[in-house]
């Protein structure tokens, strides 16, 4: 065995070599710098050239990188990074890298909304769909998040095998449910690698259902989901007025709880206000346990932001984390959107982290206005925008301007309201829920590879925030 950390690093970019194309190691993998390894506290630490490689390599190949760790050095090895934040200031700043997780996170894909093939069924590489940096270590405990996460771990740890299935969590936005349920998700593969564990957001769900409805392969579909052993779906509100969504969703729920899979839920709501679901659906979300995340208060605040300041390597003065947290609407969202803001304005500028700063920033970064946008307030910016009469939008013409704001429309609704497909189809000339969750994919697919649509959308949403 080689005893030469520097050779042993070098072993581990020769295994990663071996398995990403020469081009991808080339961009990320050659340019990162062995500095040293501390064979005490098992660190190994390696500089980066700029906080865009660093946010790439832990988003796209942390498994890759810990894998080959584990390989190379053991065990337990900490990966830190040095990152060159500014060259010609020689400003360097590290950062540690997330816990080794043993879930490889997935490559981009042009059909990540593909219905599952059977052969998918029976396939053990099944791709998770979890955000591996979401996990219960950068999870912050506090009075509004204790049952759940508590709760939550249990699961992960004993999935199926405990009295809380199905767990359903409810909460407002930006509280921290889809955080707690990949970190769930996390937990339990770690735990269990051989168990198939499937995170599925409920749009994602309701388009894989439609595609295989058009291609005839819902015996498939059904066929798939019925092979999972702890399944995830989130916000699954949006099904409201779903009923063939629902009913096929019930015939997977029914046989995943009498086989004893575990099933975790999350919605914006508990299931008594879930209009339009049938009872013999709501009695079996009810039948496990349900729990309330609230939107986080002001220690709770103070306690996350810290923590991402030591994760990150900031420093941010106590008064400023103070006045964030005071000024942030309780939304865990916020508070990352304003740190994130205000590092990159101290980096841009030059300057310090201060509270003059921070209220620019906040400012900017957060809604105080908290009156909710309407499916009428999205119609009138989108067809003012493109000089379109809202009659037209209405209509069942297909020219083709008026059926892409009927679709940008859609998208925005979708994007800025928490009504159900449904009802944002009725509103927008009376189509149903499958025309609006088309037409939200059709305009995703197209900001993915359309810039100058992507800036449109934008001054169209920046219109949203002027709006009084």
Known sequence: MVNNPKALWDNCLSLIKDNVTEQQFRTWFAPIVFENYNEDSRTLLVQVPS???????????????????????????????????D?????????????????????????????????????????????????????????????????????????GKSTFNPFFVFGPSGCGK??????????????????????????????????????????????????IDVLVVDDIQEWATATKTL?????????LFRLGKQIILASDRPPVDLQGVKDRLLTRFSCGLIAEL?????????????????????????????????????SVRDLEGVVNSLM?????????????????????????????????????????????????VFSRSRKRDYVLVRQVSMYLAQKYTKMPAGRIGQLIGGRDHSTVIHSCSAIEQRLKVDKAFLSELSSIENSFKLKK
Do not use: W
Request: proline share 5%.
């Open 51 to 85: 906080m865009y490689v660093y946010e790439y390599l832990e988003q796209y190949y942390v498994g890759l990188l810990s894998k080959a760790l584990i390989r190379c050095f053991g065990q337990n090895v900490q990966l830190t990074y040095r990152v060159v934040t």
């Open 87 to 159: 060259k010609q200031h020689g400003i360097i700043q590290e950062v540690e890298g997330e816990e080794p997780v043993n879930i490889e996170r997935p490559q981009p894909t042009n059909r990540a909304n593909k219905t599952p093939d059977v052969l998918d069924a029976v396939a053990n590489d099944l791709n998770p769909q979890l955000d591996v940096h979401k996990t219960f270590q950068n999870f912050i405990e506090g009075a509004s998040n204790k049952l759940p996460r508590t709760v939550g771990i249990s699961i992960a740890e004993h999935p």
């Open 178 to 227: 889809t955080h707690l349920i990949n970190a769930i998700g996390v937990r339990c593969k770690e735990m269990y690698p051989q168990k198939r564990v499937l995170y599925v957001s409920a749009r994602l769900f309701q388009v894989q259902f439609t595609d295989a409805v058009r291609q005839n392969k819902v015996n498939e579909f059904i066929q798939f989901y019925q092979t």
């Open 247 to 255: 009913d096929t969703f019930f015939h997977i729920f029914d046989h």
């Open 294 to 330: 609230e939107h986080p208060n002001v220690q709770l605040c103070i306690d996350i932001l810290k923590a991402k300041c030591r994760r990150d390597g900031l420093k941010i003065p106590e008064d400023v984390i103070q006045f964030i947290a005071e000024t942030a609407n309780g």
């Open 344 to 392: 990159a304005y101290s980096i841009v500028y030059n300057s310090n982290v201060d509270m003059r700063l921070a209220e620019r920033v906040i400012k900017r970064a957060v809604k105080v206005d908290n009156k909710p946008l309407t499916v009428d307030d999205i119609l009138e910016k989108v067809c003012d925008h493109y000089h379109v009469p809202q009659q037209q």
